[in-house]
């Protein structure tokens, strides 16, 4: 049988605030995602947490909660730098280490737990060595089972600071007593949709027969929810050395306040594609089809995509291709946030090399830019037509590349 820790650090960027800052500790704590005024939090501490501010909340709704609210601006080099560190002790357990996000973690250790005393003492010297060499403010919670579905279950099932061992013997009992939007996979909208059938816990979902499933979901998703159900998960778990190629990058962001103006609705788009290129050449991809959304101050929202017909990863291409889905789409309210999407990726060594004059002196240019942003500082050298302009340097994510 396999032996899975998911490893879920506890209000993360808030208690690495905290350990930082001993004036933060055992104070209601937000960390904002940038200095924007239209920012949200991203992270609460404990102490806030039990106050009701939660991820997503808008600072004006946050300080409502809770009007002691101390807030502190995100720093993600330093969210990294710790993660790093963590990094390096879980691999002193097991070579199999695959990153869930900035803040969790799976650790396939069914070939190394003898070497330990079990897969319990491992997470027990996790937690020890995480306080003693990271901080004794920032905690975690582990779950152990048999797959990465269940072990994601038991670590979420008691927070902050805990431990779960999820056994054959007592699966069944932690299945059936776990609301289903508290699986992993299995969000808001699906809940509701199951709801609509009649299905509203795990017990319904088993016997719930899989064809009628298959009418509302398909067929791979009826069966992957009925797998939920019973707590069935063969996914190995992955190195992160051994990353996945990607499909996809994206940039967004609130504005701060919002625009109606079509000309700084293009700057923005432009600035974003920008960020989506830099990311697509840093790591060696190229992109087919772009695409933009935008979010208006009724918080609706609409989007629309395109392939351009040939691979680039130069930023004012793609906001050319952008700009062209921005006027068929109109701006027809105020806007409150933009996104932008690069698909259809492929890397480097399988795009036809184009021969072109023109297309040479272009990627020379792009490289000079990235080696001198790369050195001195980012956007240190930017396109003319964004000059002057100002614009959020801070946008939403933090790419594959988390550390």
């Known amino acids: 049988m396999r032996r ?30 940038s200095k924007a005024k239209r920012t949200i939090i991203v992270a609460s501490s404990v ?14 709704e946050a300080k409502i909660k809770c009007p002691d609210l101390v807030i502190v601006h995100g720093e993600p080099r330093k969210y990294s730098d710790v993660t790093r560190r963590f ?12 990153i869930f996000s900035i803040d969790e973690a799976f650790l396939d250790v069914t070939d190394t737990e003898h070497l330990f005393n079990g897969a319990e003492t491992i997470a027990l010297e996790i937690k020890r060595r995480i306080r003693e060499e990271i901080g ?31 056994t054959p013997q007592n699966k069944d009992e932690i299945l059936l007593a776990t609301p289903l939007p508290d699986f992993c996979g299995i969000g808001n909208r699906i809940f ?44 190995p778990v992955t190195s992160y050395h051994n990353q996945a190629d990607a499909k996809s990058f994206s940039c967004s962001r609130t504005l701060n306040r919002d625009v109606f103006s079509a000309s700084e609705i293009e700057c923005q788009i432009l600035f974003l594609f920008e960020k989506v290129a830099k990311k697509l050449r840093d790591e060696g991809y190229f992109a087919w089809e772009i695409g933009i959304w935008l979010r208006f101050n009724d918080f609706s929202g609409t989007g629309k995509r395109k392939r351009i017909g040939y691979f680039t ?30 698909g259809k990726v492929a890397k480097k060594e399988y795009v036809p090399v184009s021969f072109l004059l023109e297309d040479k002196e272009n990627e020379k240019i792009l490289t000079t830019i990235d080696v001198v942003n790369n050195r ?12 002057g302009r100002n614009l959020k340097q801070v946008v939403s994510g933090m790419g594959r590349k988390k550390f």
């Open 192 to 235: 509701k949709r199951l709801r609509a059938i009649g299905i509203k816990t795990t017990k319904e979902l088993r016997e719930y027969p899989e064809y009628l499933l298959a009418r509302e979901f398909g067929l791979v998703s009826a069966r992957n929810l009925k797998k939920m159900s019973f707590g069935v998960d063969s996914s």
């Open 4 to 33: 899975i820790l998911h490893i879920d650090m506890n209000s993360y960027f808030a208690t690495v605030e905290q350990q930082a800052n001993p004036r933060l500790r055992g104070k209601p704590v937000a960390v904002l995602g």
């Open 47 to 60: 102490e806030a947490k039990k106050q009701g501010v939660k991820t997503g909340d808008r600072l004006s």
């Open 136 to 166: 004794s403010f920032i905690s975690c919670s582990v779950g152990i089972a048999e797959n990465k579905f269940l072990a994601k279950l038991g670590s979420d099932s008691q927070k902050p600071d805990g431990l779960v061992n999820i």
């Open 376 to 387: 001195y500082g980012e956007d240190c050298i930017t396109r003319g037509v964004l000059l």
């Open 87 to 98: 990094i390096e002790i879980f691999e002193s357990y097991t070579n199999l280490v695959e």
């Open 313 to 342: 990863q130069d930023g004012m291409v793609m906001s050319r291709y952008g700009l062209e889905l921005l006027s068929q789409l109109g701006i027809k309210r105020a806007v409150r946030a933009i996104g932008v999407y690069a």
